[in-house]
């Protein structure tokens, strides 16, 4: 059984100092108002069990909170008071140096709230830990300077999170669609060099990619790019070749063919082609950005995007050649095929590739197959989204963030060259237990702390307002998301719905759970999870209309946030079947991992809350291993086609070092109480010799996660 200290550092729990502790209390107050020694060891036995039960491991304040508490139940007020004052003492001395201990902990490799907050960056690299370090230095400025003490104690609390403080204090946006066609067609600026508009389609992927690493240290958020806007380039490198093929013919004595120079000329683009989406999947990969981890990079494979005829024929080429790489995977430092992060894949369902009978339906049944071996691509529905979102069809920002629907200065849809302002999430868990199960006391809590999140995100607005342009050229200069001048700020790009805003939230199926005591799939209990959906559109679109921001409503992809979240839920709340019971609660609206219900009912039952979540929205199944069913993987696309807007399949693609095993190794509770993860065949539990991927928030995680996120991994039922 262990323990997680001030600093982060997990250790074994001790008995003995909590017995001391009350002991230096109990001995500080008069004979006649002290606890006999049988009291004390009362204490420290209960703290010893509450510990026990609680599957995960408690911090040195939440501790310190059931000794208060037990202290007070031996009716020992005078050792409480005296208890209680040495903790706030103590606590003013940490504060007046709150960033020491976590940056003195992290450099050492112990930190295991820090080693586990972000499943894509490995803690023991040194860029990633001088990005840890500076962020906890950035997150003191924010909560000491920069935001409303209100809001950094809601946020400290668990009733709101505050998205990525520790990048608040620099004036930088969350995530974006990158315009790679305008930095390609008009040229850009990379690190003060120009780049001109590139001859061939292999130098347009090298742009694209250096691209994306110099986006990627100027936000802190994913960004998205689609292949549309490298498929013209596929027909630059076609006549290239043919003039080449043809001068070759002309300078060897051979009779010019234009048949033949037309084969050869194709044989050389298929093999570009070949070697440029190469480039991107191994550049994204071996890319490491400012912030110590590879590009959040989202790929998006949409025919219809192009018009019919050559240019659909040169994007199909390269969709495939994706989606073979993909399948192949990249080999780790065993030499071993393992299934990368990123980039991550979007495949568009649409009439042109789901019917078998479609003339684009070999790439349906590849992208099946890359599914059952490498977890992607997650697949949005053309005809389902051209609903939802007034005729159009675009890609998300990051894991699940969608833009709202734009008409440029012609009045023409504009979806890339756009961006996200930030995320501030609601803990509706805490709403609901806040409120007693007393409905009119939830609604009005409610409206509260929506009052508290729109100033933490008009918080985010203020800071980007006044920015200059010239603190990330590339984005606002030279064509990824505008072309401001030099001094000149983004503040247009902040108005109008240019850019999303997003009020986050977690927890719907707990929340619901408490106020009626049914789930929210039940179909007594739906309409009040609708009503607090409804509840907070209407709040979003008050705001826009008050302040011409275009705030959305988003299903937040909760992270290390559904830990904290769960932690701060039974410190405040205790153990509530059901509701608080967990080390995680549910993101967005999604069905509990635990709830038995079959993928078709799973995406049929959320497609109702996806389209209540328009700033972004994601649904998924939980299956075995596919790769001999691959029917079953298309019967599951077809469904999503037909009746939902974005959704995935979490399929399973791990590695042992040790062994050389080849399957889905499992999470296992070890003697200590712990969560950790083995090899079936070998038991190796060294994380460092295994390769796990797993879906968590909508993208693939390879870094491991806490202790809450492990847990709901390893409680998830199977859908298929």
């Known amino acids: 059984m262990k323990i997680i ?57 939440e501790i310190q909170d059931l000794v208060e508490n037990l202290i007070m139940n031996q009716r020992a007020y005078a050792v409480a008071r005296n208890y209680i004052t040495y903790r706030y003492k103590r606590a003013l001395v940490r504060k007046s140096n709150s960033t020491d201990d976590q940056i003195l902990t992290l450099l050492a490799c112990k930190n295991e709230e820090v080693k586990q907050e972000n499943s894509n960056k490995n803690p023991t690299v040194s860029s990633v830990q001088r990005d840890y370090m500076a962020g906890e230095v950035s997150k003191d400025i924010t909560k000491r300077f920069l935001l409303p003490q209100d809001i950094v104690e809601a946020h400290e609390q668990g009733l709101i999170h505050f998205h990525d403080s520790d990048y608040f204090a620099q004036h930088m946006h969350n995530c974006c669609l990158v315009n790679l066609e305008d930095m390609l067609e008009n040229g850009t600026v990379v690190s003060e060099t120009m780049i001109d508009t590139p001859k061939s389609f292999e130098t347009a992927c090298n742009i694209a ?31 290239k070749y043919k003039r080449y093929v043809r001068e070759e013919f002309r300078v060897t004595g051979l009779e010019v063919d234009e048949d033949k120079i037309n084969q050869i000329a194709e ?25 110590g981890q590879a590009p959040f990079v989202t790929v998006f494979m949409y025919l219809n995007e192009v018009p019919d005829g050559q240019l659909r ?35 568009v369902l649409e009439e042109d590739n789901i019917h078998e009978d479609s003339k684009y339906y070999y790439l349906t049944r590849l992208a099946a197959k890359c599914t059952a071996k490498r977890l992607v691509p997650d697949y949005i529905s053309e005809k389902i989204m051209k609903k939802l979102k007034q005729g159009n069809c675009y890609p998300c920002m990051g894991c699940r963030s969608f833009l709202s629907v734009y008409q440029d200065e012609n009045g023409k849809p504009k979806y890339y060259g756009r961006f996200n302002q930030g995320v501030v999430t ?26 508290l999140c729109y100033r933490a995100l008009m918080a985010r607005h203020n800071r980007l307002k006044g920015t200059p342009s010239d603190v990330a050229p590339i984005l606002w200069q030279y064509g990824a998301l505008a072309r401001l001048k030099k001094g000149e700020t983004i503040d247009k790009l902040l108005y109008g719905g240019y850019s999303t805003i997003s009020l986050g939230y977690a927890g719907l199926c707990e929340c619901t759970r408490y106020m009626t005591g049914k789930s929210h799939t039940d179909p007594e209990a739906t309409p009040f999870a609708m009503a607090v959906m409804k509840h907070l559109n209407d709040a979003c679109e008050k705001w826009k209309r008050e302040t011409n921001i275009a705030f959305s409503v988003y299903g937040t992809p909760l992270e290390s946030t559904t830990y904290k979240f769960s932690k701060c839920l039974q410190k405040r709340f205790g153990i509530i079947p059901g509701v608080t019971d967990k080390s995680y609660i ?132 199977l859908h298929l």
């Not at 550092?9 to 006999?36: C, G, H, P, W, Y």
């Not at 049988?38 to 010893?48: A, K, L, M, R, Y």
């Not at 190469?278 to 400012?290: E, G």
């Not at 959704?647 to 080849?662: F, I, Q």
Request: charged share 25%; aromatic share 8%.
């Open 267 to 291: 044989l050389r683009v298929k093999e570009e082609i070949k070697r440029g989406v190469q480039m991107i999947q191994y550049q994204v990969i071996t890319l490491m950005t400012t912030n």
């Open 313 to 347: 024929e040169d994007l199909a080429a390269i969709i495939e050649e994706v989606l073979k790489q993909r399948i192949l995977g990249v080999k780790n430092e065993m030499g071993v095929y393992v299934t990368p992060a990123f980039p991550k894949l979007i495949y």
């Open 586 to 717: 549910t993101n967005s609206y999604h069905v509990h991992v635990t709830e038995d219900i079959d993928a078709f009912k799973k995406l049929g039952f959320e497609a109702q809350f996806q389209e209540m979540s328009p700033g972004g929205a994601i649904s998924y199944v939980e299956v075995p291993n596919m790769q001999d069913n691959l029917e079953a993987v298309l019967a599951v696309m077809k469904y999503i086609y037909d009746h939902i807007m974005y959704a995935e399949l979490n399929t399973k693609s791990d590695y042992c070092m040790e062994c050389g095993y080849e399957g889905e190794i499992r999470v296992i509770t070890d003697e200590n109480g712990k969560l950790v993860w083995e090899c079936p065949r070998c038991k190796n539990r060294n994380q460092n010799h295994m390769s796990v991927a797993r879906r968590t928030c909508g993208y693939i995680g390879t870094q491991f996660w806490n202790q809450g996120r492990t847990q709901e991994i390893k409680e998830r039922v």
């Open 5 to 61: 200290k001030r600093s982060g550092t997990e250790v074994l729990f001790d008995k003995q100092k909590i017995l001391s502790a009350v002991i230096k209390a109990n001995e500080s107050v008069v004979d006649s108002e002290r606890m006999t020694d049988e009291q004390i060891h009362v204490i420290g036995n209960n703290v010893e069990k509450a510990c026990a039960t609680m599957n995960r491991s408690l911090t040195v304040e």
């Open 426 to 451: 609601l803990n509706l868990v805490d709403i609901a237990c806040s409120s007693g199960k007393d409905m009119d006391r939830f609604w009005e809590i409610f409206d509260e702390r929506l009052e």
């Open 209 to 239: 990619t250096q691209s994306i690493a110099q986006i990627a240290s100027s936000q802190y958020g994913g960004q998205s790019f689609t292949l549309a806007h490298l498929a013209p380039f596929v027909d630059v490198s076609r006549q």
